[in-house]
């Protein structure tokens, strides 16, 4: 089992910045590749960032070049950076754990393991 734990959410203004942070409990072997993904109310949920166990990074269109996902093997935690935040970026946010060493493409689905959420929220 693993148990994923975000924390960092918060509300800001337009243009400013969060970090996301995320740590993971359990075999590690459970969490080889990990993302974040929002979901806000009436939509479906979006992939923001993905990991693998190489270290490469992908990213949404929607948030290239104003987040940066990463993570710390040492202490079993994944971070996101959010730079230039939107009003559009409001969303519950949240971590995700997958056995697989990588997804080409990522698919949701395949996260074998969820943390709680961290609501974020950005006014204009």
């Known amino acids: 089992q693993v148990q994923l734990v975000e924390s960092g959410g918060g509300s800001v203004q337009a243009g400013g910045s969060l970090r996301l942070s995320c740590a993971a409990f359990?075999?590690?072997?459970?969490?080889?590749?990990m993302g974040w993904i929002r979901q806000a109310p009436g939509k479906e949920r979006e992939g923001v960032a993905y990991i693998d166990s190489d270290g490469t990074a992908t990213y949404a269109d929607s948030v290239k070049g104003r987040f940066t996902i990463s993570k710390d093997n040492a202490k079993n935690t994944l971070y996101l950076q959010m730079n230039s935040l939107k009003p559009e970026d409001t969303a519950m946010h949240y971590c995700?754990?997958?056995?697989?060493?990588?997804?080409?493409?990522?698919?949701?689905?395949?996260?074998?393991?969820w943390g709680q959420g961290t609501q974020v929220t950005v006014s204009s």
């Open positions: 359990g075999y590690s072997w459970n969490f080889n590749s």
């Open positions: 995700a754990a997958s056995p697989l060493y990588k997804m080409v493409p990522v698919v949701l689905e395949k996260y074998k393991s």
